[in-house]
Structures are given as C-alpha cells and as structure tokens.
C-alpha cells in the first residue's frame, strides 16, 4: 500500500493506493453516526460494503449529479437524524464522489466525509483534490465546493468488476496526468498502459499511484484553483462543451478535448508536432478517440458559457512539451478561429 497525502492550509487528506475497500471502517472516526452514499451498481456488486450502515441511494449517470439529488439526499440526511458529527462516506464512481462531496460539505455547513472510489476514473480524479459540485442545466460542475475528503481508498481489486469501456474512460484522466506534468508518467504510459488497461495489475496500480501524485502536489500548491491547479483542466474545456452536446461519456469528451488542445498548442507555435502526435497514438491505443463531428459554430455556443471563462478570454490549457503544459488566457474571439483550425 501506498499513501499520498495532500497538505493544505487547513486540512490534511490521506490518499491511500492498494488499501483494501473492504477496511474503509479501520479509517473512520469512533463514536460518530456513519452514513453511505452509493448507487444501485454497489449496492448489486459490493453489498457487503455498506451492510453495517444506514445507505442513501442515488442515481447513476450525469443526469444525477445535479442540485435536485443534492436536496434528496438532505431530506435523507434529516430522516435520519445526521447532524454535526454525522461522517459521511460515498462508495462508488465519479458521479457519487462528487454529489457525496458537495452534499456533505453544504449539509449543517459541512460533515466530515471520506471515499471509497470504485472506478478507475474516480480513483484518479473525481475522488482526488477536494473539488466537489453538481451540474446546473447540464453544464458540468456549476455549483461547487472546495472541501477534501478525509480520506480516500484507492482499491485496483474492485475495478475488476468494471468492463473495459468503462476503464477507458479513466485512462483519459491518466493520459491527461502524464501530458501536464510527468513526462516520465507518460513514457511509462507509451510502454505499458496497453498491458495495463488488459489487466496487468502491476502496471495499473503504479499509474494510478503517479497519476494521484502528480494531482496532490498541484493541489497542494493551488487548493482553489487561482492559478496552477488549471492546469488539470487540459482537455476540459472542449471536453466539458463536447460531453453537454453529445452526451459521449466523461473520459472520451476529454480525450476529444486533449486532442484539440494538442493540435492548437502545435497552431500557435508552442507545441512540436511530433509530441501531439504521440498524445493522439496514445489515446488510440486505448480506444480513445481524438476527433468530433460537432460543427465549430455549436462547440463554441456551448464554449462561451463554460465556467472557465473570465470576461472576454477562455483559460486554455495548451502544452509546450509532453510534461510541460500552462495556462493561457486566449480572447474569446480568438478562440472560434482555433478550433476551426483544430477539427
């Protein structure tokens, strides 16, 4: 077992990689009310997590992570009696760890909470980093909290359950990990995650351990994303305008995204051609893919609305190297006559 802590002004989060699911109750505080957040796939596959406790079931999917189950899941926290000292846990993927995050973290002005991630997405992103937020008219993360979890058990054993596809997707956020930060991630990934996506124990838990490294200490650094912690955006931008529009699952919009981003950063002089190429070859081995059918004029609507936008310029996350990606504040204007550039 592994463990990486993320160190903020406030609070300590324990990331802890290898532990087993299973012993999440060694990790929570005695004497305190305990409550479950999770789905109906973890109530069917890993029942046995969530026996001992009172469990608050919600919806699977992007169409769930919205202000409505929030408030859903306050009235179940009254029914019960939760108050102050209640500990909240979600067990499941992205879309549990967000809405138990933000959930907790607003109920009685915040309960202490920590995760149980069940998909590799969620293991190394959604769970990581304090963010937390619902959608709001199927704009991605709208509403929001910056809160950490107390901690987080990162268990490769119960992704064994998921179907390829839904491995993929996480793969996007590691891809995306090695792109901004760890040039080394991303060598290791060229050679192995192929390996790692057909099973290779080994190789997956050592992406998931650097992949949750590299996204502490930038968290660390810049909790509440004022200035480095964009960086973990690459990719989300067009992703998040890609995913509201064609509803393609999280990590393909954002591979979709990275891909853009890439051919941009090779546009505008900052990126060789030769590393977007090798972003793009990565992705298509993993079965992810790099382009869309979405007309310009449409991205760009859904574009001009994304949170990210501060007056009349889009932060864009574009890459100098693979490693090496920074933050760029590009005019609105501008940015139309990129993408038709990049499609």
């Known amino acids: 077992m592994h463990q990486v802590t993320v160190h903020t002004p406030l609070f300590t989060s324990r990331v802890l990689i290898g532990e087993r699911a299973a012993r999440f109750p060694d990790y929570l505080p005695k004497g305190r009310q305990v409550v479950i957040i ?10 046995e997590l969530t026996q001992d406790y009172p469990v608050i079931e919600i919806g699977s999917g992007e169409e769930h992570k919205t202000l409505q189950t929030a408030e859903q899941i306050y009235h179940q926290l009254v029914s019960l009696g939760a108050d102050r ?7 499941g993927g992205g879309i549990v760890c967000d809405v138990t995050g933000f959930a907790a973290s607003t109920y009685m002005r915040g309960l202490r909470f920590g995760f149980v991630p069940t998909t590799l997405l969620s293991q190394v992103d959604a769970s990581v980093g304090g963010k937390n937020g619902v959608n709001l008219g199927g704009f991605k993360n709208m509403v929001g909290t910056f809160v950490q979890p107390e901690f987080v058990l990162c268990d490769p054993r119960v992704l064994q359950t998921l179907p390829r596809t839904e491995l993929v997707q996480g793969f996007a956020e590691i891809v995306k990990a090695g792109a901004i930060r760890d040039a080394a991630l991303f060598d290791y990934l060229e050679q192995h995650a192929v390996a790692a996506l057909n099973g290779d124990e080994q190789a997956l838990e050592h992406i998931i351990l650097q992949s949750v490294r590299m996204k502490a200490g930038v968290v660390e650094r810049d909790e509440h994303e004022q200035g480095e912690r964009r960086v973990l955006n690459f990719g989300h931008t067009f992703g998040h305008a890609i995913e509201k529009l064609t509803k393609r699952p999280h990590g393909e919009a954002v591979s979709i995204g990275m891909a ?6 090779v546009r505008l002089g900052m990126l060789d051609a030769g590393d977007a190429l090798r972003l793009n070859s990565l992705l ?11 007309p310009v004029s449409a991205l760009f609507e859904a574009l001009k609305k994304d949170k990210k936008k501060e007056g009349d310029a889009l932060h864009l996350v ?7 990606a920074d933050v760029q504040s590009v005019p609105v204007s501008e940015v139309e006559t990129l993408m038709s550039q990049s499609l």
């Open 318 to 324: 574009l890459l100098r190297a693979l490693g090496h």
């Open 284 to 294: 298509q081995a993993l079965s992810l893919p790099v382009e869309t059918c979405l």
């Open 85 to 91: 000292s209640t500990f909240v846990v979600g067990i």
């Open 260 to 265: 853009m981003a890439a051919r941009i950063s």
């Open 38 to 47: 999770t789905d109906a796939a973890i109530l069917r596959l890993h029942r």
